[in-house]
């Protein structure tokens, strides 16, 4: 008698085995059976995966999601340039320009609107609430694989990120204007770090606080994909 074993991992890798003893002949018409088959069920409840860049202004989310972007083929969800693309004339628009975080009930439609539930999601500049975070997780944690990427950077290097992309002839409004730039980090503070740190205690996503180890922008981005990766 033949003992075959049987192997593979699920969509979370456990391991799952299966020990037979059966005639050899019949153990290769159940092996490639065991292939066609359970191997491509296992597959199919693999879910997408959404990586979410959460950081305060300046910290290179947009950097590194486009650096991402390079490694493999996502969907990208900006949120921030989403809205700086809404009409000018709109209120939205008009918010987001002095700095003001919009109502939840506001960004709901207009983030669902760009989720492709079918393929890996980078989703970049959001949730900023504890609101949005709890929306994103209670709609999109049972469909997709979810890593919450917080970059953690101090207020001074913001300053210094945001004045290094205005040099660098960033075309960004809400860069120009000093008291927005405020604002926007005082926001982060205020709402956006409490967001973050509900998050870091939910059981059913991963999150990465990660400390970027210097300003050199490949170093940086390799350091992060030995994290997630």
């Known amino acids: 008698m033949t003992f075959w074993v049987l192997q593979s991992k699920t969509a979370k890798n456990n391991v799952v085995k299966l020990e037979l003893k059966i005639p050899l002949f019949s ?7 065991y292939n066609a088959n359970i191997q491509k069920e296992l597959n ?128 960004r409004l809400d860069d120009n204007d000093e008291t927005a730039v405020q604002k926007r980090i005082a926001a982060f503070k205020s709402t956006t770090m409490p967001a973050i740190q509900w998050l870091s205690q939910q059981p059913n996503i991963t999150f990465y606080d990660i400390k970027l180890p210097g300003d050199d922008i490949d170093i940086n981005f390799n350091y992060i994909l030995k994290q997630i990766m």
């Open 27 to 33: 153990g290769i018409f159940l092996y490639l059976w």
């Open 44 to 171: 199919m409840t693999k879910k997408p995966e959404m990586i979410v860049f959460m950081g305060g202004q300046g910290s290179g989310k947009g950097t590194f999601a486009n650096l991402l972007l390079k490694q493999h083929k996502y969907n990208y969800v900006e949120a921030g340039a989403i809205l700086r693309n809404m009409p000018t004339d709109s209120e939205i628009y008009k918010k987001i320009t002095r700095g003001e975080l919009l109502a939840d009930d506001d960004l709901f439609p207009i983030i669902a609107k760009h989720m492709n539930t079918d393929n890996d999601l980078i989703l970049d500049g959001y949730p900023r609430t504890i609101g949005q975070a709890k929306w994103l997780i209670k709609n999109y944690a049972t469909i997709f694989d979810i890593k919450i990427i917080y970059l953690n950077i101090n207020e001074e290097t913001m300053f210094a990120n945001i004045q290094k992309r205005i040099k660098e002839g960033g075309n």
